[in-house]
């Protein structure tokens, strides 16, 4: 005896919803077990800082060359001594001589504050009395993968969620149009996971932002097509009923499931939003000017700093912008003067950025984070031309946020190798940054394989003497 007649709605859907429980179920069976917990954290306390702007100077910036001036470098320059290298112990387990060599750059000191900075930045020179300069950096890692995801992600070797994820999962996004974590011309090292959400919900990894041959930014497959936007609503309709249907008949939860059915609506609602975010032909001369994109030399690096001041006021909580793929890196072991290239790159635009957030009042609450995964040696590399990895004493700089303007925290040693007063670790860092944003590092947590993980492991101190 035949069954009810089906309508064409109801056969399409009922054999949609059949063939897709079978690819359905085999990407569940790939599913973790382990529970997904996908509601995101309240504010531990009250926030000073609403979003993160993180410029990334991939390769490793030398601090003795741009702002850890030392005196008594340039003094003894060429004489020998035996350091303590964790690279050359690693390889070698021997410690050896090395030859003191002085920067190829004079200091001086700059803004009421008296901080001193290398000709190398003299842009973000006249912003000294904004920054917050940290002397006495030092991380984990000796090479530039390991370094490079324990600067994103708290670990060296672990896969574990980017601290762009971390943001987006303990505050969630400003605008619900757009994606709460964008990464800006991600450079290749250490691949996605510098902006992968791990064992995070999927829903809050990072969005990688690239150039195209028109030298404008993009989602890849966000361009609209040529249908009615009335009509490709209907479409995202339908699928998404069916998906729903599917999961109801498949009676299961899934987070990574939920998070693919969620990321089809973002989808939709960035194909409205996102074209015109990313479209800076309606920026006026002088702000493309201040920011270099009308020179050669500053034209990759400005026009990323422009979106990022774009994306920020568009609501994006967490916001990279990448400095270490078609423009080089600061990675110098044999030919130093080559940071001068970087810098030229990279100064004008940083400092267009800086001016513009105080312009448009959004310093106040977005922090500035300048730097790279370590710093390099006070002693020459590569005969006499270069420096070698360094990540026991390194500089970067914070603004805006609630962190002290005009300001400079810890020492290296007399030659700018070691950390010896005011030590930041890495993991100190990570936990300020998210003190500032109203979360505290030990309680934004998420139940993994039997434990609760954090950004900062079971390390990591707020460093109040940094904040206001």
């Known amino acids: 005896m035949f069954g009810p007649v089906l309508s064409r709605r109801q056969m399409l859907q009922q054999t949609a919803c059949g063939f897709g429980s079978v690819a359905t179920m085999a990407m569940m069976n790939r599913m973790s077990s382990a529970a997904m917990n996908t509601k995101a954290f309240e504010w531990h306390h009250v926030p000073k800082a609403k979003r993160i702007i993180f410029l990334f100077m991939f390769g490793g910036v030398s601090q003795v060359d741009s702002f ?23 390889n070698t387990g021997e410690r050896k001589e090395q030859q003191l060599m002085k920067s190829p750059w004079k200091f001086r000191q700059h803004g009421q504050s008296g901080q001193w900075v290398s000709e190398l930045f003299p842009e ?109 609503a209907r479409q995202v309709q339908l699928l998404q009923s069916l998906n729903r249907q599917q999961i109801e008949q498949l009676g299961m939860h899934s987070a990574e499931l939920e998070a693919a059915l969620e990321s089809y609506d973002l989808a939709w609602r960035m194909q409205q939003i996102a074209p015109e975010v990313l479209d800076m032909s309606n920026e006026t001369e002088a702000t493309l000017s201040s920011y270099g994109i009308d020179n050669p030399v500053t034209k990759s690096f400005g026009q990323k700093c422009l979106m990022a001041r774009r994306l920020c006021e568009a609501g994006v909580r967490f916001i990279e912008v990448n400095y270490g793929n ?83 925290y810890g020492e290296t040693d007399e030659f700018g190798f070691q950390g010896v007063e005011g030590r930041i670790h890495m993991h100190d860092l990570h936990a300020t940054l998210l003190h500032q944003l109203g979360l505290d590092h030990k309680r934004l947590t998420f139940q993994h394989a039997g434990r609760d993980y954090r950004l900062t492991d079971v390390h990591g101190k707020v460093v109040h003497d940094v904040i206001t």
């Open 68 to 90: 850890d001036y030392k005196p008594l470098l340039a003094a003894r320059h060429g004489d020998s001594l035996v350091f303590d290298d964790a690279r050359i112990l690693a």
């Open 326 to 408: 078609d423009e080089g890196n600061w990675d110098q072991h044999s030919d130093l003067p080559k940071h001068s290239e970087h810098a030229a790159k990279v100064d004008k635009p940083v400092s267009a950025l800086l001016a513009d957030l105080k312009q448009r009042g959004l310093l106040e609450d977005t922090i500035i984070w300048w730097g790279g995964e370590f710093g390099r040696t006070p002693y020459a590399q590569g005969k006499g031309t270069g420096r070698d990895h360094n990540p026991g004493g390194f500089t970067v700089w914070v603004s805006g946020g609630g962190f002290k303007p005009g300001f400079a």
């Open 124 to 232: 973000m020179a006249k912003h000294v009395d904004d920054l917050c300069i940290l002397k006495a950096m030092r991380t984990e890692g000796v090479a530039h993968g390991p370094a490079t995801l324990f600067l994103h992600c708290g670990s060296t070797n672990m896969i574990r969620p980017s601290m762009g994820s971390w943001v987006y999962y303990g505050m969630g996004t400003e605008n619900e149009n757009l994606p709460g974590f964008v990464s800006i011309a991600p450079s290749n090292v250490a691949g996605p996971r510098k902006y992968g959400s791990a064992f995070l919900p999927p829903r809050f990894q990072g969005t990688p932002l690239v150039s195209n041959r028109k030298e404008t930014f993009s989602i890849e497959n966000l361009t609209r097509n040529d249908s009615k936007p009335s009509d490709i």
